[in-house]
Nanobody, 123 residues
Framework: VQLQASGGGLVQAGGSLRVSCVASGRPFGSYAMGWFRQAPGQEREFVAAITWRDTYYADSVKGRFTISKDDSKNTVYLQTNNLKPEDTAVYYC???????????????????WGQGTLVTVSS
């Protein structure tokens, strides 16, 4: 599956942004879809994931970010609210065909990646 992320931009602290990721090539309804992010000089970290039965969040974004998907559009969304400067990063979407709950927050589990979209939060 090929992934194309979009929707990043510059936003002030406390603001909101929705990033999207469109999957092509195969229907992704059975996949785990994840969002990861990488800030300058830091390792890539898990943000959120969604499967057909549940959603998962990093503690740092729980209550502020919401992941959702529209299977009819092969699109996964990440709604980011109450953004903080430390949320500044390149956000990547990823797909995992053979997912498990135990590894859903591990980037090595995902075998398809989008190109990333930059979210910058100013203070």
């Amino acid at each position: 599956v090929q992934l194309q992320a979009s929707g990043g931009g510059l936003v002030q602290a406390g603001g909101s942004l929705r990033v999207s990721c469109v999957a092509s090539g195969r229907p992704f309804g059975s996949y785990a879809m994840g969002w990861f992010r990488q800030a300058p000089g830091q390792e890539r970290e898990f943000v959120a994931a969604i499967t057909w039965r549940d959603t998962y969040y990093a503690d740092s974004v729980k209550g502020r970010f919401t992941i959702s998907k529209d299977d009819s559009k092969n699109t996964v969304y990440l709604q980011t609210n109450n953004l903080k400067p430390e949320d500044t990063a390149v956000y990547y979407c990823a797909a995992d065909e053979r997912w498990s709950i135990a590894t859903i927050n591990r980037d090595r589990s995902y075998n398809s990646w989008g190109q990333g979209t930059l979210v910058t939060v100013s203070s």
